[in-house]
């Protein structure tokens, strides 16, 4: 029942009105003053409004109002008046109370206020709510999800956000690793300087050095001028060095007397350069595993490795897949030009048991996929890729009852019965289970049973 503070020092008067809104489904708090009503504040958790005298022994009702809103800025004032002065009144709805009464008034009209209240305080604590959803879903830029494992990476982000110690990240291919790094540089205390990024995979071996110290003129054929390598770019800021484990033994070298001491030469060069730069490492493969094969540098694992941070796969957070889909269908539908702008329940639900190898890259390439095929505003199970619901289904590559010829477009309908044939036979004929495997009700999955000649009609 909502609780309502009542702040009148006439007795007959607090009365009354505490019998009105008790029999309105209201528990009233009677105070005779102010300073009872304050004190009695920190007995009582939740207060739904207050009404409260302008006319009180020890403080004006102005005063209580402002005190009031002081400590909850939320809570639905209601202001009850003898004077009936318009500039009385003019002056008391400056300080914006909820509703303002001069008595003698209609308790009628009193009631329907505080519904009013009610109504308005349940709407803004559901907006707040929204708010605290949507900042912890989108808690760093692009970062999307709110599951347990990403709110571990939330609270690992924070705590390296405001130092220069080292960041190690890792995880497999298409997690999000590099925007991992980008929330770590934008939110920190670097976030004036540059943010510098680099695919050591991506660069052959032999022009590694050139990418990360930078070369002076006649280094090497090809060397018309001075480069200033990302390093350098860095300065200040942040260097973010993505698939680390690809360095070649030579460039790991210099990369630790870098790290440790702050300097190097260019490639060519003979003056010695002075960086201010932190280091955000990132890679998919075991480090450990290569330091013990010989094929990483101890050293160097030691001054990247300083902070480690674990990246989950998205088969570990499916909680995450569907604010995921919603973005990327919010991001690319319109440059898509796609009429498709939700998923519906079918599709989510496959979409949720896929397995992902490909991860967070590999759901947004589903969803533009899907988007582009798609005709209608809300894109079912058959506008998804064939191979991808059959996986989610536990068909895996080669479906049981015959693999399918490459380009061969299988009807949902064999797909839904294949699958029920091989949950049945994998779970020995155990409905419950295959209902539970299938995500489908157990009546359901008896009449589908039935249709197909496998069992009886079942229970109602």
């Keep these: 029942m909502p609780t309502v503070v009542v702040v009148e020092d006439d007795p007959s008067a607090s009365q009354v009105l505490a019998a009105v809104l008790r029999s309105r489904g209201y528990t009233p708090v009677v105070f005779a003053c102010a300073a009872a009503a304050l004190a009695g504040l920190d007995h009582h958790d939740e207060i739904d409004a207050a009404v409260i005298d302008l006319l009180l022994p020890d403080m004006s009702g102005e005063e209580l109002l402002l005190e009031l809103r002081r400590r909850l800025p939320e809570l639905p004032v209601i202001v009850l008046s003898a004077q009936e002065s318009v500039s009385r009144a003019v002056e008391i709805m400056k300080l914006r109370p909820f509703d303002y009464f001069v008595k003698p008034f209609d308790h009628e009209r009193l009631v329907r206020s505080l519904e009013a209240a009610s109504r308005e305080r349940e709407l803004t604590q559901r907006v707040r709510r929204l708010e605290r959803e949507v900042q912890d879903t989108f808690r760093?830029?692009?970062i999307i999800g709110q599951s347990a494992p990403m709110r571990r990476v939330y609270d690992q982000i924070e705590k390296v956000l405001n130092n220069r110690v080292p960041?190690?990240?890792?995880?497999?291919?298409?997690?999000g690793k590099e925007l991992v790094a980008k929330a770590i540089h934008y939110h920190g205390s670097r976030r004036s300087g540059p943010f510098v990024s680099l695919n050591c995979g991506a660069i052959a071996e032999g022009l590694?050095?050139?990418?990360?110290f930078g070369h002076e003129k006649?280094?090497?054929t090809g060397a018309v001028g001075?480069?200033?390598g990302r390093f350098e770019q860095a300065h200040r800021g942040t260097l973010f060095l993505d698939e680390v484990a690809e360095l070649s033994p030579a460039v790991q070298t210099r990369l630790l007397r870098v790290l440790q001491e702050g300097t190097f030469q260019r490639l060519g060069g003979t003056q010695t350069v002075t960086v201010d730069v932190r280091v955000i490492s990132a890679t998919h493969r075991d480090l450990d595993a290569m330091v013990a094969a010989g094929t990483f540098r101890q050293d160097l694992y030691y001054r990247l490795v300083v902070f480690p941070m674990e990246i989950p796969p998205l088969r570990e957070r499916p909680e995450d897949i569907p604010p995921l889909v919603a973005h990327f269908v919010r991001k690319h539908h319109k440059a898509l030009g796609?009429?498709?702008t939700t998923f519906a329940a079918d599709a989510m639900d496959i979409l949720c048991r896929y397995d992902w190898p490909g991860n967070v890259r590999e759901l947004e390439n589903i969803v533009v996929r899907t988007l582009v095929s798609g005709s209608h505003e809300t894109s079912g199970i058959d506008a998804l890729?064939?191979?991808?619901?059959?996986?989610?289904?536990?068909?895996?590559?080669?479906?049981?009852?015959?693999a399918s010829a490459p380009g061969e477009i299988i009807p949902l309908a064999q797909l839904e019965e294949r699958a029920i044939r091989h949950a049945m036979q994998v779970l020995n004929g155990n409905v419950s289970l295959a209902a539970k495997q299938l995500g489908l009700g157990r009546a359901t999955l008896y009449r589908k049973l039935a249709a197909l000649g496998l069992a009886g009609p079942g229970p109602a």
Excluded: C, K, N, Y
């Design 140 to 142: 760093f830029d692009q």
């Design 167 to 175: 960041v190690f990240i890792h995880g497999q291919s298409g997690t």
């Design 208 to 212: 590694q050095e050139s990418e990360l």
């Design 218 to 220: 006649g280094a090497f």
């Design 226 to 228: 001075l480069s200033r």
């Design 338 to 340: 796609s009429a498709a």
């Design 385 to 402: 890729p064939p191979f991808l619901v059959m996986r989610a289904m536990g068909l895996g590559e080669a479906t049981p009852g015959g």
